[in-house]
């Protein structure tokens, strides 16, 4: 046992030693990654809290307001149009128990009057725009502004991937980070995504309120906040040019902590409340 311990305790030493080396410099093994976009400033749902989710006025507000990325979630018609939407059935969005799937783009329901923020209990959004975007009218409005694009169904149809477009770690590929993370293989193992987009933690059961059960354990969330919210990990990944997004950031103390634990960018429901604070605190932009 004694002889056994004498070989393999070195080893274990030099593995972890050389482990966090190439942790804290990547560029040893890895090129950085190429980006065409960098972004701070997200607008999650285009700016969900400021005007009705996912519509154009939406889209146009965050522009306005300086937002440097629209993030958005898509969803099929029955006929074959890609429209921006969350959620694939309609009820919480529009009051009517129908998908997206199985209606035609012209038999789309309008959306509510006044519709609650999912990640700011309590608060709510209006505007004039109801109607549900078409995909490819938002890339043709901003034709140079990035755009976070998340797909809520396995729809081979809907998702065919161009191997030139940048993507972020789905479910599944966020837990192998972590392992990897934790058992020091990260550093040695290349990485084809180019952005990782995660929530901030401490906005659970604050700000938002989520459905899951567990979710609203303190304990979990306290072990959730440990285990992914790591700093050398995030400076890690910006380190090879991987973008670290958090969200959903709706108040100034959440922002901060968000930049604070090494996001390079923030997601919020309000862009004009995003704009000031980085207006306000110019190191971080």
Partial sequence: MSSFLYFILPALGGYTLTSVYLLKNPHILHKRKRTAFYCKHISHRGGCGERIESTME?????????????????????????????????????GHDVTTSSLNLQDLPLYKEKLEVTFYTGRYSNGPDRKFALLEDVFRKFPKLPVSIE???????????????????SVNRGLLLLFLFYSGLLPFV??????????????????????????????????????TMRKSLFKHLAARGIQVHLFVCNEDEDIKAAFEVGATGVMSDYPALLSSYLCRNRSQD
């Fill in 151 to 169: 797909i809520k169904e396995n729809n081979k149809q809907l998702i065919k991937k161009n191997a030139s477009m940048p993507y972020s770690f």
């Fill in 58 to 94: 939406a889209f146009t507000n965050a522009v306005e307001q300086g937002t440097q990325m629209l993030e958005m979630d898509c969803h099929l018609t029955r006929d074959g149009y890609v429209v921006v939407s969350h959620d694939e059935n309609l009820l919480r969005q529009t």
């Fill in 190 to 227: 290349p990485l084809g995504e180019s952005l990782l987009q995660f929530y901030l933690p401490r906005i659970f059961n604050r700000t938002y309120i989520p459905e899951e059960r567990i979710l609203r354990n303190k304990l979990v969330i306290y072990l959730l906040e440990k285990v």
